[in-house]
């Protein structure tokens, strides 16, 4: 990228429109009609000089005055050179040789394609993003880039590939340190968000905000990645029943020993510990069965 930035210069003070059109309206048709008036009556040819005069300056007047709506800018060049930028709102009159280009200072959201892309796992994904931007810089969205509409495209398409190949779809394992695209998400959209940020900042664009609005497996691989969630929700929560089943068994073995309830040797209590463990962790109701007899 160019190191020669252009840099905004705005006007503070212009000349207020409505008395140059005014102006105007008294030269191009007050003149002209003096004019013709004044050839019929002495048919002296100086006055059709007169009248082209009139003409001219009537049209020069007209073509100074330019009108800028509310967060519209007008960007001026003049013979080759960027002079300013005129970035409120108002009727004004400027220098007739000036060409005037017109850039937006309003929010524009841009939804991006979905994208085709490999996660950090090698995994393929689809993924697409909403950018929130406006331009900052006239000078820079001008001049520094050929269609800031298009910078933002494709500087966005390529912040989002990047991003994916950073990071994983998802976290598997016990890390929980781990960022991953669907997991993360308040984290990913701040670094989508700073790294779009980087990355327009060269064509005069601020972004507002920078979100995730599709992200999901590749067709390919959805059903396999779908079969593999279930399996990790299944064990994460059966690791939580069990975890919780072994915490009761032990508190149902040391109350029944500190309350003198019955004194069980080592297996009658490995009996009872596994009888509960089958009640608790079953995934279905458990049928009791009556024992009779002594339990010994």
């Known amino acids: 990228m160019t190191n020669n930035r252009s840099h905004e210069v705005r006007f503070d003070s212009?000349?207020?429109?409505?008395?140059?059109?005014l102006l105007g309206l008294l030269i191009l048709p007050g003149a002209t009609i003096y004019g013709v008036v004044r050839i019929v009556q002495t048919e002296n040819p100086v006055h059709l000089w007169?009248?082209?005069?009139?003409?001219?300056?009537?049209?020069l007047v007209f073509r100074s005055l330019v009108l800028v709506n509310p967060n519209q800018s007008k960007v001026l060049i003049l013979f080759g050179k960027y002079t300013g930028s005129i970035c409120k709102e108002g009727f004004f009159s400027i220098n007739p040789f000036a060409v005037r280009r017109q850039i937006s200072l309003r929010l524009h959201n841009f939804n991006s394609d979905t994208l085709k892309v490999n996660d950090d796992l090698g995994n393929p994904i689809e993924i697409g993003a909403v950018v929130v931007w406006r331009v900052r810089d006239t000078a820079q969205a001008a001049f520094d880039v050929e269609d800031y509409d298009s910078f933002v495209s494709i500087q966005t398409d390529s912040a989002l590939r990047h991003l994916a190949?950073?990071?994983?779809?998802d976290a598997h394992g016990d890390d929980p340190n781990l960022t991953s695209l669907r997991g993360s998400a308040d984290v990913i959209n701040?670094?989508?968000?700073?790294?779009?940020?980087?990355?327009?900042a060269v064509a005069g664009i601020e972004v507002s905000e920078a979100r995730l609005q599709h992200l999901a497996y590749a067709p390919e691989i959805a059903s396999?990645?779908?079969?593999?969630?279930?399996?990790?929700?299944?064990?994460?929560?059966?690791?939580?029943?069990?975890?919780?089943?072994?915490?009761?068994?032990?508190?149902?073995?040391?109350?029944l020993r500190d309350e003198g309830v019955v004194d069980l040797d080592e297996e009658r209590k490995a009996?009872?510990?596994?009888?509960?463990?089958?009640?608790?962790?079953?995934?279905?109701?458990?049928?009791?069965?009556?024992n009779a007899g002594t339990l010994h």
Not at 50 to 59: K, N, Y
Not at 165 to 169: G, L, R
Not at 229 to 244: F, L, P, Y
């Open 14 to 21: 212009l000349l207020p429109g409505i008395p140059m059109l």
């Open 50 to 59: 007169i009248v082209l005069a009139s003409i001219i300056c009537g049209i």
């Open 165 to 169: 190949a950073s990071h994983p779809y």
């Open 190 to 200: 701040q670094e989508l968000l700073t790294e779009l940020t980087e990355r327009l």
């Open 224 to 255: 396999a990645m779908l079969q593999r969630q279930q399996a990790d929700a299944i064990i994460s929560a059966r690791t939580r029943i069990v975890d919780g089943a072994v915490g009761k068994v032990k508190m149902a073995l040391q109350k």
């Open 271 to 290: 009996a009872m510990a596994s009888n509960l463990l089958v009640v608790l962790c079953s995934d279905r109701g458990t049928q009791p069965v009556v």
